[in-house]
């Protein structure tokens, strides 16, 4: 954030002001400055505040990978189950980007394994569709389903034979999916 972007009480600021401040704040998340926004959380802001599209902090943070970032976002009480307008959780972005490390961390830290978006999609669904072979491991190790199915009826297993992930898909199979 810059200097000069004051006030910073949000009881002094303008709507403007404070879209705008709401929106450098949403730009460090999806950056990943710990730091910053550990001294905002500090200052009282909400761990779970979300933008336009219903992301949280901790949604932009684990999307774009940036663990030190989701840590001090859980360190605060940020919930991992918060949903954004579509229906997809933090754990789902980060399955979908590949990030074990922040799969892991929200997983440690209160993430459901089986939490699923509305249309019933999970984190392991993801990880299968995108071939993160390490990621549907470990959920199914931490007691991710791999025989859930979807809104559609469709398994992790039809997911990655569908989007052609051939090592998820060879990994589901061996495990009788």
């Known amino acids: 954030m810059a200097e ?4 910073t009480d ?13 929106e450098q704040v949403f730009e460090l998340a999806r950056k990943g400055d710990a ?15 979300r933008n336009h599209k ?11 990978g940036h663990l030190d970032a989701v840590r001090v976002l859980l360190d605060y009480k940020a919930d991992p189950e918060i949903r954004n307008d579509n229906g997809q959780s933090p754990i789902a972005g980060a399955a ?4 074990l490390e922040v799969v892991q961390l929200l997983v440690e830290r209160g993430a459901d394994v089986e939490g699923a978006s509305a249309d019933g ?13 390490e990621i549907v491991e470990y959920l199914i190790a ?4 791999p025989h859930v199915r979807d809104a559609k009826g469709v398994t992790p297993l039809a997911a990655a034979q569908t989007m052609g992930a051939t090592d998820t ?3 589901l199979s061996r495990l009788g999916a």
């Open 4 to 7: 000069d972007s004051k006030p």
């Open 10 to 22: 949000p009881q002094r600021m303008t709507d403007d002001e404070a879209a705008e401040f709401a």
């Open 35 to 49: 730091r910053l926004l550990g001294l905002l959380l500090e200052k009282d802001l909400t761990p779970n505040l």
């Open 54 to 64: 219903g992301d949280t902090l901790l949604m932009l943070a684990s999307y774009y």
């Open 96 to 99: 979908f980007k590949g990030d």
């Open 121 to 133: 999609r999970t984190a392991l669904m993801m990880a299968a569709m995108f071939n993160r072979s």
């Open 142 to 145: 931490k007691g991710a389903d």
């Open 169 to 171: 898909a060879e990994l």
